[in-house]
């Protein structure tokens, strides 16, 4: 009898102990859900947490493009810029450095592949009109050590109604340091790429630049920009 | 004694089966609100990382691809002018309807960066009745055949808005600047303004341009007003989308209060660089030749108005 009086006390005492563990649990769920989600969400946002580098670096100074922040705006559900969107637009970025900023100041001329990069809409401005603008075609090999060094490349992402990127965008700076026959020549850049898919590829469909060339204490501006597409 | 243990023990197991059904609901209780709380947070961390148009549920505005219009998108170059009518319909509540009651014909020409808008009066006379009429009948597609007609170009985009999209639109963008040429004391349109610049909400704006009785020449000063608002717009948007972040969120912005018609995103993108590729002071305001009548006839130049206006989409001799 003894044995079934004493029984209500441990068994409160255990219920306490249940309460405080039930508690416990959902808490803990609570915080671990949403800690997942959120870094599920990061994740995602920055294409699986890699930092993505371009597969092709082509010039002798050593400047390699890093992707920075990622910004998607969205007509539709949300939407993503995914890793290989990501990768192609850093690849078409870095091969414009490569051939169209850095080519001409190492090797004294742009690289023939220069104009890959962009779409039927722009390649004529950006091989005629633009091409001063949009490359150092004009300033021509500098001597000495050349210094370059260039921003994070920030991408914009525009999805579509149903929330497929059709638009990115790739912003970055980059600066070049030399030497010119009159003395030091600095170079600032600053270049958005605006991509979409075309033939399967992603190039340029819109561009906006502006560059600064100081040579002799001497500056200089240009600003290019175009992206238009034919309408009857 | 055999029955006063069975009793307890009958008693006991009755308190665990409850005690198990009471954590069994617990148990249900607290995986319901961990999802709960679960989906709440990735919808949280989600809309934290993406820009995410809220459904307003309110369309303000259309914006349509007219017929035999080559896909914006087709990405082969900027190359022909080409003509956009915007139509402001008088479509509001208490008011049943929907007249083209603000017509603006916008001639643009990608290759040499100019513009031309051409103001057209409500009243004017287009087979045998007021031009507006036809947005009542037709809706914008007819009204565009029926400006377009009456100049003799094929428009290739009609946006079409009533009072609270054109009100809510402005307010949208944070509204605008513009220089207000003149004083307006009008009561029926609520429009009191001092000469100068100034800053426009939607409400202003509208106010602004539904003022015809403060002028003599009534409706076609009116229109012409119509028209300064509109450069005064595009001026504010191509401020806006002076980065892609920019263009994209306009372009967001639309489709939150637009309902597109056989338009993408890509499209919209492609219209909207080539408005800002437009300088406002290459896009002239001109208001088209009207004679008089009720139904208002064209003023004696037309024709050659129309036609220096339609070979280019610029109006350069008048």
């Known amino acids: 009898m003894a044995s079934w009086r004493a029984v209500p006390s441990p068994r409160k005492g255990s219920k306490n102990a249940n309460n405080v563990r039930s508690a416990a649990l959902i808490g803990g769920s609570i915080v671990i859900v949403a800690v997942l989600a959120l870094v599920l969400a990061k994740l995602i946002g920055s294409g699986g947490g890699k930092a993505a580098k371009p597969k092709n670096v082509d010039n002798s100074v050593g400047l390699v493009l890093k992707l920075g922040a990622i910004d998607v705006q969205s007509a539709g559900p949300p939407a993503r810029i995914k890793t290989p969107v990501q990768q192609a637009v850093l690849d078409a970025s870095q091969s414009y450095v490569d051939d169209a900023i850095l080519a001409p100041v190492e090797k004294g001329k742009v690289k023939d592949k220069y104009a890959d990069i962009f779409g039927r809409g722009v390649r004529d401005a950006a091989t005629g009109h633009d091409r001063a603008a949009l490359t150092e075609v004009r300033t021509g090999k500098l001597k000495g050590t050349l210094r370059a060094t260039a921003s994070k490349v920030r991408l914009d992402g525009m999805g579509n109604q149903t929330g497929k990127v059709v638009l990115v965008a790739a912003t970055f700076v980059v600066n070049v340091n030399g030497k010119g026959s009159g003395g030091p020549v600095k170079i600032q850049r600053l270049t958005e790429l605006t991509f979409a898919p075309e033939d399967g590829r992603w190039v340029v469909t819109a561009y906006r630049v502006g560059v600064k060339r100081t040579t002799n204490a001497q500056t200089s ?6 992206g238009t597409g034919a309408i009857q | 004694m055999k029955l006063a243990i069975k009793l307890r023990h009958r008693t006991r197991t009755k308190r665990t089966m409850k005690q198990r059904v009471k954590r069994a609901v617990l148990a249900c209780t607290a995986f319901v609100v961990v999802i709960a709380v679960g989906v709440a947070a990735l919808g949280a961390a989600w809309l934290h990382g993406y820009k995410v148009p809220l459904a307003s549920g309110a369309t303000y505005m259309r914006i349509q691809k007219l017929g035999n219009t080559t896909r914006a998108d087709a990405a082969t170059g900027p190359t022909s002018p080409f003509f956009i009518l915007l139509i402001g319909n008088d479509s509001r509540p208490g008011v049943g309807g929907s007249r083209g009651d603000a017509l603006h014909l916008v001639g643009v020409n990608p290759k040499r960066h100019k513009a031309t808008m051409l103001d057209i009066p409500r009243d004017t006379c287009w087979n045998g009745d007021k031009i507006n009429a036809a947005n009542a009948t037709g809706g914008a597609t007819a009204q565009a055949d029926a400006v377009g007609g009456l100049v003799g170009v094929h428009v290739s985009y009609a946006v079409d808005v009533d009072f609270d999209g054109f009100t809510s639109m402005i307010d949208a ?12 004391h009008d009561t029926d349109s609520g429009a009191f303004f001092s000469p100068g610049v100034q800053h426009m909400t939607g409400d202003l704006a509208l106010r602004f341009s539904r003022d015809r009785h403060d002028f003599p020449q009534s409706d076609i000063i009116r229109t012409n007003n119509q028209g300064l608002v509109i450069l005064a717009g595009i001026a504010q948007m191509q401020k806006s989308a002076a980065t892609a972040a920019g263009e994209f969120h306009l372009i967001t912005l639309l489709y939150q209060h637009a309902k597109l018609m056989n338009l993408g995103v890509t499209d919209l993108y492609r219209l909207g660089r080539l408005v800002e590729d437009i300088p406002v002071n290459q896009v002239r305001n001109v208001t088209i030749p009207i004679g008089g009548g009720n139904c208002l006839s064209l003023g ?13 989409a610029i109006l350069e001799h008048h």
């Open chain 2, 300 to 312: 004696g130049d037309a024709p050659g108005f129309f036609a220096d206006f339609r070979d280019d």
């Open chain 1, 221 to 226: 501006a240009a600003v290019a920009r175009a």
């Open chain 2, 173 to 184: 963008v944070g509204g605008f600047t513009m220089n207000v040429p003149f004083a307006m």
